[in-house]
């Protein structure tokens, strides 16, 4: 039976406040950390079943965008029309629909207004009051819905909810219908340099001293809210951390730009033709077969088109299918690279964007590290499916479909440190590989940051050892979270928090997430059963959603192990790794002990009868008393015999009369097993768990004689006590020294109790040599020693 279908058994018999007494006792040592998830994961149904994997009615939605927008570069604006086609594959009838208006962050009227505290500053600038000041007026900032109407023209009605707009379908939406309507909008775009208005944006402006800008343009359009089985309308505003939640569906996007801008975006352009130069039209075809980095707008090019402005338009055209957003640059600033590399046979064009600042960098990494990525990342997940894959220059990290923003600039000579070239590798290789989470795997980040950040921490952690094995990783290694696990508790909170309300946010949804996986593949589980886990979540799940608990389950029903005990010690709790050893006690064998003699012949007797006085059972006295009540022994008297007859006294027992002999069970050693036993050492170690957090005890032993020995032992052995384990060892040789942990593998924050270095001269044991087929006593038969002497 599935573990978690007996506590949904339990769901449906008991009240909630009785569920919560299911839990086993919190004051015991034992048991409690080990217990099943149970309740605490979802129920399986149809749609998501106990194993992990989408159910036979699995379902979700689907959009399909077909915009136009225009860029008005110098008023920093952009304008756009779209025609949205919903359509409802859930069984739900809908009568309204949510739509994400991502940019009314910015705004001062209808931002999320999830405000922080924060303290007066010493000191201040005339900016900072300015800032003040804003916030309490209206800035400007945010869409402008200009239109809203269905497919007829008629007028549809909305409401705004800070970032979020509801639209009233004028009909319902049935099961299986499609629901097309118009939008028109305009915003003024976020100076992204603005840090102390515009800190953290992601799509935007940058501005250069050459006059000109660089366009990040993303989140930027007013596009659905995810519809779910799990959770409805995704109703959680964007505040700007927590990221997004989106559906799947097809993209056409038409974008006017001044002439001389180069644009990049989500999928595959279809009228280079139209956009690029004849020269730069012939170095994009000699790119599909170029086996370096081929610059399709060289610097020179890019460098030229900066000093002057072009007056005139072009109009790109991107097409993308089965993706859950676009984004796009622009710039007329942009040198643009290309090359192709195959994963499983097919080709992606792996691409580049970037200004002067990022070339010395760029020009040598970047697209090389997107390449990199896409073959590491579908090696331990599923072959990547789209076209293709672009990294921008766009000093930040964030992600979207098929395309990237990352920094990466170097000194104003040309020069760059390691520091900054390892970081802008670092940057890509995790950007890039968002495109599988969760941008495949398409997890509600809104809610859960840990599922696409920490999983793609976690790859990006691998990929980078494949790149350098000496790359200065920083988030994989499990050595690498101590730090962070051990802040008081009042400072953490679990993984499986929502994003708005994490402290730390990195070290908690980035960083510890990959260290646990990490740990799982190369500690717990191995290597090759965990990838072959990971590859069964991420293929089940590539093109749909899932939650925690499908990622929790599926692991779980592709390595055949219950990691329940991981899962509630590393993602629903903060206690920390601090295992220590306490003390250690060596004894030797007594190779000179003697047997010590038993008698020949041992009697063995019934069970005592309870004491006149003592307490008889209730149920037996009414027996005994109902008159309506035979016993069976009563009805056939052959059921009666000694003891019976001895519990009622009718015969007593007689020790002379009902022998068993036993033999001794040991003898004294051998030669042979003298010079057999005779260097063993036994090794009574008294393990401490002080962090809480249970995990694997490993243990590298020193001999005396140099050699050393790894021993592991699975943390279950902590199940039937979860603070204290004393374990007993047996050595061929003298230990020296004993140390935890060695490797750093479990993530223990303090190691100044992990070695013990000076064992105390040993006692001694008494040995001896167990006797062939030697059993234990036996309870004498009484009825056959009688039959016995009967004859019978």
């Not at 149904?45 to 379902?59: D, F, M, V």
């Not at 304008?79 to 705004?107: A, C, K, R």
């Not at 299986?176 to 028109?184: A, H, L, R």
């Not at 069970?607 to 006295?621: G, H, Q, R």
Request: proline share 5%; hydrophobic share 30%; net charge neutral.
């Amino acid at each position: 039976m599935n573990k978690h279908f007996l506590v949904s058994c339990f769901v449906v018999l008991l009240t909630g406040t009785v569920q919560a007494q299911i839990q086993n006792n919190s004051s015991s040592n034992h048991a409690n950390k080990f217990e099943q998830l149970g309740t605490i994961l979802t129920t399986p149904n149809e749609q998501r079943t106990a194993s992990g994997a989408p159910g036979t009615k699995y379902w979700q939605q689907r959009v399909d965008y077909d915009i136009k927008c225009e860029l008005d570069e110098a008023n920093n604006k952009l304008t756009g029309s779209e025609t949205i086609t919903y359509f409802n594959n859930s069984p739900d009838v809908l009568s309204y629909i949510w739509m994400q208006l991502d940019e009314n962050q910015h705004s001062s009227v209808n931002n999320a207004n999830y405000q922080t505290q924060n303290t007066m500053p010493r000191q201040a600038t005339d900016k900072t009051l300015d800032r003040f000041e804003e916030m309490n007026t209206d800035n400007g900032y945010g869409f402008n819905i200009t239109k809203l109407t269905d497919v007829a023209g008629k007028n549809l009605k909305y409401s705004i909810n800070k970032t979020m707009m509801k639209i009233n379908l004028p009909i319902p939406l049935k099961p299986g219908q499609k629901f097309v309507f118009n939008c028109s909008w305009n915003y003024k775009l976020a100076d992204r340099g603005d840090f102390l208005r515009f800190g953290g944006a992601r799509g935007g402006y940058e501005s250069f001293s050459d006059g000109n800008n660089n366009y990040t343009m993303t989140q930027w359009y007013p596009r659905l809210c995810k519809y779910s089985d799990e959770i409805g309308w995704q109703n959680h505003q964007f505040t700007g951390r927590g990221e997004f939640a989106l559906t799947f569906g097809n993209f056409k996007v038409q974008m006017t730009v001044p002439a001389d801008h180069i644009v990049g975006g989500t999928g595959e352009c279809q009228n280079y033709a139209q956009t690029l130069s004849s020269t730069q039209m012939s170095r994009w075809q000699k790119a599909q077969t170029a086996k370096e980095p081929l610059q399709i707008v060289t610097q020179d090019e890019a460098l030229n088109a900066s000093k002057q402005k072009s007056k005139a338009k072009k109009t790109w055209i991107y097409k993308a299918d089965n993706v859950r957003d676009f984004a796009w640059t622009a710039s007329r600033r942009f040198v643009w690279d290309a090359m192709p590399t195959y994963v499983e046979g097919k080709k992606i064009m792996a691409m580049s964007y970037y200004a002067k600042e990022a070339y010395p960098i760029y020009s040598k990494y970047s697209t090389k590290a997107v390449a990199h990525t896409l073959k590491t990342y579908s090696q331990f997940s599923f072959p990547y499916p789209y076209p293709v894959a672009i990294s921008v220059e766009g000093n930040q990290g964030m992600e979207y479909p098929m395309i990237s923003f990352n920094p990466g600039r170097a000194n104003d000579d040309g020069t760059y440190s390691e520091g900054a070239k390892n970081a802008a590798i670092l940057v890509i290789i995790h950007e890039v590989g968002h495109t599988y989470f969760p941008m495949i795997v398409n997890s509600d980040e809104r809610q859960w940051t840990w599922m696409d950040e920490g999983l793609n921490s976690y790859l990006q952690y691998l990929s980078q050892e494949l790149w350098d094995n000496t790359f200065p990783s920083n988030g994989g290694p499990a050595w690498t979270i101590t730090n962070y696990m051990k802040l008081p508790k009042d400072q953490l909170e679990p993984i499986m928090t929502n994003s708005e309300n994490i402290n730390n946010f990195g070290a908690n949804a980035y960083s510890k997430v990959a260290t646990a996986l990490n740990i799982l593949r190369e500690t717990i589980v191995g290597r090759e059963r965990f990838d072959d886990a990971f590859r069964e979540y991420s293929r089940r799940w590539a093109f749909k959603s899932p939650t925690p608990s499908d990622f929790f389950r599926t692991i779980e029903d592709a390595t055949g192990e219950d990691l329940d005990w991981f899962w509630r010690g590393w993602f629903y709790g903060t206690d920390a790794c601090d295992i220590s050893i306490d003390t250690v006690k060596h004894a030797v064998p007594d190779l000179a002990a003697v047997p010590q003699q038993t008698a020949d012949t041992t009697f063995m007797v019934p069970l005592p009868k309870p004491a006149v006085n003592s307490f008889e059972d209730i149920s037996k006295i009414r027996n005994r008393t109902d008159k309506n009540i035979v016993f069976e022994t009563d009805k056939d008297t052959t059921l009666r015999d000694f003891y019976w007859k001895y519990d009622r006294e009718i015969e007593k027992y007689d020790s002379a009369k009902y022998p068993v002999v036993v033999s001794p069970r040991t003898e004294v050693l051998d030669d042979a097993d003298k010079k057999k036993y005779g260097n063993k050492h036994l090794y009574e170690v008294t393990f401490s768990n002080k962090g809480g957090l249970v995990m694997p005890i490993i243990i590298e032993w020193t001999f005396k004689d140099g050699t050393t020995e790894l021993e592991r032992i699975p943390a279950q052995v902590w199940r039937k006590d979860e603070t204290k384990v004393i374990k007993t060892f047996m050595k061929d040789r003298e230990v020296a020294s004993i140390k935890l942990d060695p490797y750093k593998e479990t993530a223990d924050i303090d190691e100044s109790n992990n070695s013990y270095g000076e064992i105390k001269p040993p006692s001694k044991f008494s040995l001896f040599k167990q006797k062939q087929n030697a059993q234990q006593p036996q309870m004498p038969n009484p009825m056959q020693k009688a039959k016995e002497k009967k004859g019978f």
